[in-house]
Protein backbone atom coordinates (compact mmCIF):
# COMPACT_ATOMS: atom_id res chain seq x y z
CA UNK A 1 0.00 0.00 0.00
CA UNK A 2 3.02 2.49 1.09
CA UNK A 3 3.68 2.15 -2.74
CA UNK A 4 0.06 2.68 -4.03
CA UNK A 5 -0.13 5.09 -7.33
CA UNK A 6 -2.98 7.20 -8.70
CA UNK A 7 -4.83 7.33 -12.07
CA UNK A 8 -1.91 10.21 -12.47
CA UNK A 9 0.97 7.35 -11.90
CA UNK A 10 1.55 9.56 -8.76
CA UNK A 11 1.26 8.63 -4.92
CA UNK A 12 -2.11 7.93 -3.94
CA UNK A 13 -3.23 11.11 -2.38
CA UNK A 14 -5.61 10.99 0.88
CA UNK A 15 -9.60 10.73 0.19
CA UNK A 16 -10.92 11.93 3.60
CA UNK A 17 -10.26 11.81 6.94
CA UNK A 18 -13.75 13.26 8.24
CA UNK A 19 -15.71 11.50 7.04
CA UNK A 20 -12.60 8.77 7.50
CA UNK A 21 -12.70 6.49 3.98
CA UNK A 22 -11.02 3.68 2.50
CA UNK A 23 -11.41 -0.02 3.05
CA UNK A 24 -9.41 0.19 5.87
CA UNK A 25 -10.97 3.45 6.93
CA UNK A 26 -6.94 4.93 7.10
CA UNK A 27 -8.61 8.07 4.96
CA UNK A 28 -6.76 6.79 1.36
CA UNK A 29 -8.73 4.73 -1.06
CA UNK A 30 -6.23 1.79 -0.63
CA UNK A 31 -7.23 -1.98 -1.85
CA UNK A 32 -5.67 -5.60 -1.55
CA UNK A 33 -7.08 -8.87 -2.37
CA UNK A 34 -9.27 -9.23 0.54
CA UNK A 35 -11.20 -5.83 -0.41
CA UNK A 36 -13.89 -7.67 -2.80
CA UNK A 37 -16.06 -4.55 -3.18
CA UNK A 38 -12.44 -3.04 -4.77
CA UNK A 39 -13.17 0.36 -2.46
CA UNK A 40 -10.63 2.27 -5.14
CA UNK A 41 -12.92 5.56 -6.34
CA UNK A 42 -12.26 8.99 -4.42
CA UNK A 43 -15.52 10.66 -5.17
CA UNK A 44 -17.42 13.74 -3.59
CA UNK A 45 -21.02 12.31 -3.82
CA UNK A 46 -23.78 14.08 -4.39
CA UNK A 47 -27.89 13.42 -3.63
CA UNK A 48 -28.58 12.10 -7.16
CA UNK A 49 -25.80 9.39 -6.59
CA UNK A 50 -26.54 8.67 -3.02
CA UNK A 51 -30.01 8.46 -3.97
CA UNK A 52 -29.44 6.28 -6.80
CA UNK A 53 -26.60 3.66 -4.76
CA UNK A 54 -29.80 3.21 -1.99
CA UNK A 55 -32.07 2.30 -4.80
CA UNK A 56 -29.50 -0.01 -5.54
CA UNK A 57 -29.68 -1.70 -1.86
CA UNK A 58 -26.41 0.46 -0.55
CA UNK A 59 -27.98 2.92 1.67
CA UNK A 60 -24.82 5.27 2.37
CA UNK A 61 -26.90 7.87 4.23
CA UNK A 62 -28.26 6.44 7.16
CA UNK A 63 -25.24 6.26 10.02
CA UNK A 64 -23.64 2.81 11.01
CA UNK A 65 -22.44 3.23 13.70
CA UNK A 66 -21.45 -0.26 14.21
CA UNK A 67 -19.26 -0.45 10.91
CA UNK A 68 -17.54 2.86 11.97
CA UNK A 69 -20.11 4.38 9.25
CA UNK A 70 -21.48 8.06 9.77
CA UNK A 71 -23.59 8.24 6.86
CA UNK A 72 -22.81 10.44 3.82
CA UNK A 73 -24.46 14.02 2.86
CA UNK A 74 -23.91 15.55 0.01
CA UNK A 75 -20.49 16.59 -0.65
CA UNK A 76 -18.10 14.88 1.63
CA UNK A 77 -15.32 12.42 -0.02
CA UNK A 78 -16.11 8.68 0.23
CA UNK A 79 -13.77 5.43 -1.37
CA UNK A 80 -16.59 4.17 -3.63
CA UNK A 81 -16.45 0.72 -5.58
CA UNK A 82 -15.34 0.84 -8.77
CA UNK A 83 -18.13 -1.13 -10.14
CA UNK A 84 -20.37 0.70 -8.28
CA UNK A 85 -19.33 4.01 -10.00
CA UNK A 86 -19.16 2.63 -13.32
CA UNK A 87 -22.74 1.72 -12.71
CA UNK A 88 -23.61 5.16 -11.65
CA UNK A 89 -21.51 6.20 -15.03
CA UNK A 90 -23.68 4.51 -16.99
CA UNK A 91 -26.77 6.05 -15.46
CA UNK A 92 -25.68 9.50 -15.67
CA UNK A 93 -25.51 9.77 -12.15
CA UNK A 94 -21.95 8.91 -11.66
CA UNK A 95 -20.54 11.36 -8.67
CA UNK A 96 -16.97 13.67 -9.16
CA UNK A 97 -13.56 12.27 -8.96
CA UNK A 98 -10.74 13.44 -7.00
CA UNK A 99 -8.46 11.92 -9.49
CA UNK A 100 -4.93 11.92 -6.89
CA UNK A 101 -6.71 10.23 -4.61
CA UNK A 102 -8.52 6.97 -6.80
CA UNK A 103 -6.22 4.51 -6.79
CA UNK A 104 -4.72 3.37 -10.35
CA UNK A 105 -7.00 -0.18 -10.04
CA UNK A 106 -9.75 1.24 -11.15
CA UNK A 107 -8.45 1.39 -14.39
CA UNK A 108 -9.22 -2.12 -14.43
CA UNK A 109 -12.77 -1.18 -14.14
CA UNK A 110 -13.33 2.12 -16.14
CA UNK A 111 -11.29 4.29 -18.62
CA UNK A 112 -9.02 7.00 -17.62
CA UNK A 113 -11.28 9.47 -19.89
CA UNK A 114 -14.67 9.15 -18.07
CA UNK A 115 -12.74 9.63 -14.78
CA UNK A 116 -11.27 12.88 -16.65
CA UNK A 117 -14.55 13.69 -17.62
CA UNK A 118 -15.85 13.66 -14.28
CA UNK A 119 -13.14 15.05 -12.49
CA UNK A 120 -14.00 16.51 -9.26
CA UNK A 121 -12.13 20.42 -9.48
CA UNK A 122 -12.93 22.47 -6.54
CA UNK A 123 -14.36 26.36 -7.45
CA UNK A 124 -12.89 29.27 -5.57
Known sequence: MED???V???PLQACSY???TGYFRDGCCN???NDHGTHVVCARVTA???AFSAERGNDLITPRPQWRFPGLKPGDRWCLCATR???ALDA???PPVV???THSKVLEYVRFEDLKAHAYVRSE
Open 48 to 50: EFL
Open 99 to 101: LAA
Open 18 to 20: DPL
Open 8 to 10: LGE
Open 4 to 6: ALN
Open 92 to 94: GVA
Open 85 to 87: WKE
Open 31 to 33: TDA
